[in-house]
T-cell receptor, first 113, second 114 residues
Framework: AQSVSQHNHHVILSEAASLELGCNYS??????LFWYVQYPGQHLQLLLK????DPLVKGIKGFEAEFIKSKFSFNLRKPSVQWSDTAEYFC???????????WGLGTSLAVNP | NAGVTQTPKFQVLKTGQSMTLQCAQD?????MSWYRQDPGMGLRLIHY???????DQGEVPNGYNVSRSTTEDFPLRLLSAAPSQTSVYFC?????????????FGPGTRLLVL
């Protein structure tokens, strides 16, 4: 069965630290990959997505992610986090022609000012 | 566009009561879905619909019914509420356009079942 694994459940950083959140998926075919963010008390918003082309994808608020097909990974990065990046981050995969998203369990990020 | 709207925002039910969570979208998206979000369990798909008149079960459908009589609306019905259904419910919609299909989420409904 298809699955998505997010390695870090809770991450605590200080402002200006660099961030990398891991995401791996299990599916051998064509995939579309997403990172969603959920700020405290809010609904999920799309951060960035990959469907083809350049494997380095840039999203909103300075986030980027790199698709490494050989590693089945789509890690999220940000060079310098801010307090306002405190949120929960979800990785999701859409495999083949299946319109359903397979979700990771999420990573809770807390950024200390 | 209002995007995806959900009502109510909060609801408290007693065990055994029934209710309907409303979801509407004004983006003419054919695909709509309901998720529940619980701590440590991420998002779990309850039901989804690929168009008006077509619905299907997700991974946790028990205790919930859906219908899709119009493109815009996708209500979720709790038939007989149970404490295990205490959760935050999100509705989402998407369309199959160019590139990857992106899901747009509503603000959520917080449900407490006593």
């Amino acid at each position: 069965a298809q699955s998505v694994s997010q390695h870090n459940h809770h991450v605590i950083l200080s402002e200006a630290a660099s961030l990398e959140l891991g995401c791996n998926y299990s599916y051998g075919g064509t995939v579309n990959l997403f990172w969603y963010v959920q700020y405290p008390g809010q609904h999920l918003q799309l951060l960035l997505k990959y469907f083809s082309g350049d494997p380095l994808v840039k999203g909103i608020k300075g986030f980027e992610a790199e698709f490494i097909k050989s590693k089945f990974s789509f890690n999220l990065r940000k060079p310098s986090v801010q307090w306002s990046d405190t949120a929960e981050y979800f990785c999701a995969v859409n495999a083949g022609n299946n319109r359903k998203l397979i979700w990771g369990l999420g990573t809770s990020l807390a950024v200390n000012p | 566009n209002a995007g995806v709207t959900q009502t109510p925002k909060f609801q408290v039910l007693k065990t055994g009561q029934s209710m309907t969570l409303q979801c509407a979208q004004d983006m003419n998206h054919e695909y709509m879905s309901w998720y529940r979000q619980d701590p440590g369990m991420g998002l779990r798909l309850i039901h989804y619909s690929v168009g008006a008149g077509i619905t299907d079960q997700g991974e946790v459908p028990n205790g919930y019914n859906v219908s899709r009589s119009t493109t815009e609306d996708f209500p979720l019905r709790l038939l007989s509420a149970a404490p295990s259904q205490t959760s935050v419910y999100f509705c989402a919609s998407s369309y199959r356009g160019q590139g990857a299909e992106t899901q747009y989420f509503g603000p959520g409904t917080r449900l407490l079942v006593l």
